[in-house]
């Protein structure tokens, strides 16, 4: 049985199905709401990995939680990057009437 978000099946139909139909209804209800989360970036997850843990990580679950986060924070760059591209760019360089961009950190000092 496949999931459809227009229909969703109330708790006795869930009851009434077996297990393998359960279980597609599950897995294809997981697929359909997976399209809509993102991954953790670094801070979350190292967060979230510390409360779970009561407060204290080991040096390898820290390494792991980084690990995870660093690949939130990715897909998080990617997605801006690409978004500024179908934007057209940075519009500071772009606009005729910008004068002096200041790029460098030693230009901030006139």
Do not use: C, V
Not at 87 to 105: A, E, Q, V, Y
């Amino acid at each position: 049985m496949k999931y459809n978000p227009e229909q969703e099946l109330t708790d006795e139909q869930l009851k009434g199905l077996s297990e393998d139909e359960f279980f597609e209804y599950i897995d294809t209800k997981a697929a359909y709401l997976k399209q809509f989360t993102t991954p953790l970036g670094q801070y979350h997850t190292k967060k979230f990995a510390s409360i779970a843990k009561g407060g204290e990580l080991t040096t390898k679950e820290l390494k792991r939680a980084k690990e995870i986060g660093r690949e939130g924070d990715d897909m998080r760059a990617r997605a801006i990057a690409e978004a500024a591209r179908e934007l057209g760019g940075d519009p500071k360089f772009k606009d005729k009437g910008i004068k002096n961009i200041k790029t460098n950190r030693s230009q901030w000092f006139d």
